[in-house]
């Protein structure tokens, strides 16, 4: 049994994205590893399943591999687009792919939110006629790490004024190649930025181990997930600063991180069980096309 701490941090974290790079997946056997994750004791790690709209009609089709005990939890993905003229088209369109499958077997499949890239365009009034469209959907909004802050800004300034405020952000924190990962420093700067302490924000790509750490397949040093949810909770519950932020992003020593009974620790920073559920409803999840690395480097640690 994992302790508290390390459930707390980690508990629905990992949205398993197997149809994506490095994977690059089938539907029918990704389908078939999420419903064989749903079943295994690590299931409490699992978030949603990474699903483009365009991919709903074919997965009704392989809805037979679950049950009610075990449904389909669906982290929708929606069309990239390039300016705010086709938008709210490809939003109106994506919406109506998730309400149809929403509406199809309840106990079979659920849509936990939806992912999709904002152009670079799109302004407040643009936002909210997003939300008209959405509803209470919450959804991760997709931006470049170098617009991370003006992004988070915008979608801030929406939720003050929105009765429910369930839109986030999304980080790409990685890809295939190494020019596709961002800095620490980038990552740090959108970690402290204040809206971000109360707007929900997810990440991307390349977390596919806890502690950071140089891969061969990339040519470089990837970001570590323990690092970058640590330094997400920790940030936000300590008030650190860039700086400081990017130091616990670059940290590649496994003993640096600690989960004793009723707190997680990072060195001398510490935060208890409690004060560590309530920030990660702010830190939603990581999307991964691997749920087996993550597991088993986790295992090797000795934390599952």
């Given at each position: 049994m994992s302790a508290p701490p390390v459930r707390a941090l980690l508990a629905q974290s990992i949205d398993y994205a197997g149809m994506f790079p490095p994977c690059n997946l089938g539907l029918e056997p990704a389908l078939q590893n999420q419903a064989d994750y749903v079943r295994s004791p690590e299931a409490w790690m699992l978030g949603g399943f990474v699903l483009p709209v365009d991919q709903f009609d074919a997965a009704r089709e392989l809805l037979s591999q679950f049950d009610p005990l075990h449904p389909l939890r669906v982290a929708a993905l929606g069309p990239k687009t390039e300016n705010a003229d086709v938008f709210l088209e490809a939003l109106v369109d994506a919406d109506a792919a998730i309400r149809s499958l929403s509406k199809y077997d309840v106990d079979l499949v659920s849509i936990s939110h939806l992912e999709m890239f904002l152009p670079h365009d799109v302004d407040l009034a643009l936002l909210r006629e997003a939300r008209s469209i959405v509803g209470d959907l919450p959804v991760f909004w997709e931006a470049p790490p170098d617009r991370a802050e003006q992004t988070i800004a915008l979608l801030a300034e929406h939720n003050s004024d929105a009765s429910l405020a369930t839109f986030g952000y999304k980080l790409r924190t990685g890809g295939v190649?190494?020019?596709?990962?961002?800095?620490?420093?980038?990552?740090?700067?959108?970690?402290?930025?204040?809206?971000t302490h109360q707007l929900p924000i997810k990440f991307t790509a390349g977390l596919h181990h806890p502690i950071r750490q140089f891969r061969d397949e990339v040519t470089t040093k990837m970001h570590g997930f323990l690092n970058v949810l640590g330094a997400a909770v920790l940030a936000a519950e300590h008030r650190w600063d860039a700086h400081q932020t990017s130091i616990m992003l670059e940290d590649e020593n496994p003993d640096s991180f600690s989960f004793a009974q009723d707190f997680f620790a990072w060195r001398e920073w510490k935060i208890d069980v409690?004060?560590?559920?309530?920030?990660?409803?702010?830190?939603?999840?990581?999307?991964?096309?691997?749920?087996d690395e993550p597991r088993d480097d986790l295992r090797a640690l000795g934390l599952v």
């Open positions: 190649t190494a020019d596709a990962f961002p800095t620490s420093a980038k990552i740090a700067r959108a970690l402290v930025t204040p809206a409690e004060r560590l559920r309530y920030r990660r409803k702010f830190v939603a999840s990581f999307g991964s096309c691997s749920f």
